[in-house]
């Protein structure tokens, strides 16, 4: 463990562009061997707006990476922070724990508050109008949604005290998590439910993105399946019933669009109806 956290406090950025590059490419590639839906749809026409939105969020995120450093830095030096107030720990434990917490405020709160915030959810909107979910899916976030996520996982640095080793491990697993939760793959069904119980699975996050409420407010994690559990916010619904997209903004056309896209979160709110 100390040798893993090491080699995460000194990625180099290269090796930080290959957990992207190669997750994005083992689920491309598992989507065309065990794909939990046929694809009916131009993968590569349907992935264009999903790695324009890809591209923004790089932009947008490796200058502001310099915040995360200086915030961890300040925290040490002032011991502030959740982990800096807990007990000695074996490291395994201490890693464990400021994953959990950094999912907890960087993903899952981040998650939540933009379903329940108006404008938020109209920012969030872009991730949801996707008609067919693969693993392109997992990045595709308006530039206001990058900001909003970036404030939140800072917030998460500054709370939970982690050094630049966890938050760089951090990084690297909520990346590849999303693009492995988001992915077109079809894992045995009592694997899925077993991993679901652990880490947000598949079957677990595609709930989520079920077109009607209440299952599109549910099952908000990334990595860890145990915050969806604890706030009850955790659902279930086969497979075999889910719709993607969302029902207030039904036209697929726009929703492929870059430009439509851009707009969307400036359109007027319009009220979700909710599936009996």
Do not use: C
């Amino acid at each position: 463990m100390e040798a893993i956290i090491d080699y995460f406090t000194n990625i180099p950025r290269e090796h930080r562009s290959l957990f992207f590059v190669g997750g994005i490419t083992l689920f491309w590639i598992l989507e065309g061997i065990v794909p939990l839906y046929s694809v009916k749809y131009k993968k590569w026409r349907h992935a264009l707006p999903n790695f324009f939105f890809t591209v923004t969020t790089i932009i947008i995120n490796l200058p502001l990476a310099y915040f995360f450093l200086v915030t961890s830095d300040w925290t040490a030096a002032n011991n502030f922070g959740i982990l800096n107030w807990l007990p000695a720990m074996p490291l395994w434990l201490y890693v464990l724990v400021g994953l959990l917490f950094l999912d907890l405020i960087g993903a899952y709160t981040a998650h939540w508050v933009e379903h329940k915030v108006k404008p938020f959810w109209m920012i969030h909107l872009v991730h949801h109008t996707d008609h067919n979910v693969d693993t392109t899916t997992a990045n595709r976030h308006h530039p206001l949604e990058s900001i909003i996520r970036y404030v939140f996982t800072l917030l998460g640095v500054f709370l939970v005290g982690a050094p630049i080793g966890i938050i760089m491990l951090y990084q690297s697993l909520s990346v590849v998590f999303s693009q492995f939760n988001h992915a077109n793959i079809s894992l045995p069904r009592k694997v899925d439910k077993l991993l679901s119980y652990f880490i947000v699975s598949p079957d677990m996050h595609k709930v989520h993105h079920h077109f009607v409420l209440p299952y599109t407010d549910s099952n908000y994690g990334n990595i860890f399946a145990v915050w969806d559990r604890l706030f009850g916010t955790y659902m279930e619904l086969d497979r075999d019933k889910i719709q993607y997209g969302v029902d207030t903004f039904p036209d697929e056309v726009e929703n492929a669009s870059i430009v439509g896209l851009l707009k969307q979160p400036f359109h007027k709110y319009r009220k979700p109806t909710t599936q009996g």
